[in-house]
């Protein structure tokens, strides 16, 4: 098995932050995205999608997204579980996960792929070319912050210890690292969003969240 | 058990067909969007985000995400499976999902909503007021036709008698959904996708295609 990493991007990260969790020794290799490396022929043959991260297998296949690879390496290294103990808690799991991808981790990534330089042409990922929309990318600032102040709602609120369930969680990982990376298009949270402020600093102890 | 459903959406459907390959028989409410029925009273009490598919569970507990409910089911119901008989035929299956998703559903999704007058003001789906981007509108029908090529040349490439497996799968489910739904927008894959049309002519046979 080898894992393909790449430091600065959100994707990789949650893989990482999985495998430390999981306490797995998985072989990694860096892919460096600041200098196009994805694109290299080398690793085009490994992902010719071009995306990290990707997880190679020891049977010779070759998982592409994150989601998938972090499903795989909970099905094959179950504790502790980071996807829910039964049915209901992992429907409830997967259903923030949906949530959280949707109105956080998009908002964010259409922000920035519309407005950064760096993604001029490249408003999608992968190997197609899209120009960027303006447009698009104040959408997803206005909508990034509108995720901080529901997610701080949903904190308040929350009946269980974590995000989505009592066991810390595939949904406490994927929006810790949705706040992280909402750092790029430079917003963070308001500083009187104590709930979301109190979690983050809890998940900040963890060592996972150090990878 | 209450399945909350809409005849003509993609995510209702998609559950719908979940329930049929199952053989199970859930009590069912229709919720007429067109008639605006989500914003209602007794639907927002269901189901705040106003948006169905929903599942309302014998605990209490709704589930509002289509991904979700289909996943409970599968876990409560595990035969026939759909989403995968061991850990590398699920983490295929999961990253067909995304891809689907990502390249094939919101693609459509976001043509229709920055297009159609009856999604002005309307975007994004729930209870937000977003504008409509004529440009990204564009983009989703670009795309969507990308979307039928590439499908059709993963279908004629395919190493599994389905889309992601030997059995038939979410994934052939959800890509048969996408691609109905393109009618949405008045797109349909060219004549000449001979291994696309094979494989839809074969999803038209089975009884959950008709629900």
Redesign the interface.
């Given at each position: 098995m080898k894992f393909y990493d790449y430091g600065m991007a959100p994707s990789p990260r949650k893989v990482r932050m999985v495998i430390v969790e999981k306490g797995l020794d998985i072989p990694t290799e860096m892919i460096d995205l600041a200098q196009g490396e994805q694109f290299s022929d080398a690793f085009r043959a490994v992902n010719p999608h071009c995306t990290v991260p990707a997880l190679s297998?020891d049977?010779g296949?070759v998982?592409?997204?994150s989601?998938?690879?972090c499903?795989?390496l909970e099905?094959?290294h179950p504790e502790p579980p980071l996807f829910g103990r039964?049915?209901?808690e992992?429907?409830?799991i997967?259903?923030r996960i949906?949530?959280l991808e949707l109105d956080g981790y998009l908002a964010v990534a259409e922000a920035l792929r519309n407005t950064a330089p760096y993604f001029k042409d490249r408003a999608l990922p992968g190997t197609?070319s899209?120009a960027q929309?303006p447009?698009?990318g104040e959408?997803g600032r206005q909508r990034t912050q509108?995720f901080f102040s529901k997610l701080n709602q949903q904190l308040e609120n929350k009946q269980h210890e974590w995000i989505a369930s009592d066991d810390f969680s595939m949904a406490d990982i994927l929006a810790y690292i949705i706040v992280d990376f909402a750092k790029r298009i430079k917003l963070s949270p308001a500083e009187d969003l104590n709930a979301l402020h109190q979690w983050m600093a809890s998940i900040d102890q963890r060592a996972s969240a150090q990878a």
């Open positions: 297998l049977e296949q998982l592409t997204e989601e998938a690879i499903r795989y099905e094959a039964n049915a209901l992992k429907a409830q997967t259903e949906r949530q197609e899209y929309i447009e698009l959408r509108a």
